[in-house]
């Protein structure tokens, strides 16, 4: 198993994998298959943000942790479904520092 250090790029591998292969018991390929299209995606990163501040006003450590997990899984998937990388998200943080 790689160390959490390469946590994001080996999820992002996986979301790339299911693009590609699609296979039918994957929630991840069910997203790029959507009849709602890429709305799908951003009804659910819509849907854990609002989880997510609500997490916070409760100060819910665990749910909080769990919310931005949800939040980040998505927005690679979005990522992925506008032929983005991990690098141009790096390279957009890069200039932010």
């Known amino acids: 198993m ?4 390469d946590v994001l790029d ?6 790339e994998s299911r693009k590609e ?5 994957s929630y991840t390929a069910s997203l790029f298959t959507h009849e709602k299209g890429e709305n799908a995606v951003l ?5 854990e943000t609002t989880e997510l501040l609500l997490a916070a ?5 665990e749910e909080i942790a769990h919310e931005s997990a949800d939040i980040i899984y998505h927005m ?3 990522l992925s479904m506008k032929e983005m990388t991990l690098d ?3 390279d957009e943080l890069q200039k932010r520092r």
């Open 2 to 5: 790689s160390d959490d250090s």
């Open 10 to 15: 080996d999820l992002f591998d996986i979301i």
């Open 21 to 25: 292969e699609l296979p039918e018991d």
């Open 43 to 47: 009804e659910k990163l819509g849907e």
């Open 57 to 61: 006003k409760d100060d819910d450590h």
């Open 76 to 78: 690679l998937v979005l």
């Open 88 to 90: 141009d998200l790096r």
